[in-house]
């Protein structure tokens, strides 16, 4: 079955510096990859996706992320931080066999501080 | 505006009284699916459709019940709900592939006492 590991369930960095969220992905064929950003009190947003297209992946708000095959990975990163995008972010991978049915990711939660 | 809508955003209950909560797509996305999301446990699939009168159970279908008679509409209804089905309940579709992702509503906070 397919499944989706977060590592690490809170992440803090400083304003202006890198994010990286990490995702790991066990899948035996190739996947549809997405991550999800959640603001309190509200559903999920889609903020980027891979559909074996490119391996790099933009999304919004300035966020991409890298599919890698070798290592099974999809990471999310950002440059510089915001204090806007302090949120909950969620990895999935859809599972084509059960009609595209979302795996959801444990969740990490980001923190910028000032 | 493409969009999930769910009602209510927010429910307090007692035990054991019925209560459905509704979604609504306005993409004609042939998907539906119910999520709970709960502290620790992330997002949890609890029935899926992948079309009209097509109905499936996810991972935690138990004290759940669905129907899909309109493709637009998505009901999940709990019969006898009880304290441990407190949680944040999310609606969202998809085309068939899934290979777009999933468009989410806003979600129901459901509160059973």
């Known amino acids: 079955a397919q499944s989706v590991t977060q590592l690490g369930s809170h992440v803090s960095v400083s304003e202006g510096a890198l994010v990286l969220l990490r995702c790991n992905y066990s899948?035996?064929?190739?996947?549809?990859l997405f991550w999800y950003v959640q603001y309190p009190n509200q559903g999920l947003q889609l903020l980027l996706k891979?559909?074996?297209?490119?391996?790099l992946v933009k999304g919004i708000n300035g966020f991409e992320a890298e599919f890698k095959k070798s290592e099974t990975s999809f990471h999310l990163t950002k440059p510089s931080a915001h204090m806007s995008d302090a949120a909950e972010y969620f990895c999935a991978v859809s599972d084509v066999n059960q009609g595209g049915k979302l795996i959801f990711g444990q969740g990490t939660e980001l923190s910028v501080k000032p | 505006e493409a969009q999930v809508t769910q009602n209510p955003r927010y429910l307090i209950t007692v035990t054991g009284k019925k209560l459905t909560v509704t979604c609504s797509q306005n993409m004609n996305h042939e998907y539906m699916s119910w999520y709970r999301q709960d502290p620790g446990l992330g997002l949890r699939q609890i029935y899926y459709?992948?079309?009209?009168?097509?109905?499936d159970k996810g991972d935690v279908p138990e004290g759940y019940k669905v129907s899909r008679k309109e493709k637009r509409n998505f009901p999940l209804i709990l019969e006898s709900p009880s304290p441990n089905q407190t949680s944040l309940y999310f609606c969202?579709?998809?085309?068939?592939?899934?290979?777009?992702?999933?468009?989410f509503g806003s979600g129901t906070r459901l509160t059973v006492v």
């Open positions: 891979y559909t074996s297209a490119a391996t």
């Open positions: 459709s992948m079309n009209v009168e097509v109905t």
């Open positions: 969202a579709s998809s085309t068939q592939t899934g290979g777009y992702g999933y468009t």
């Open positions: 899948s035996s064929v190739p996947p549809y």
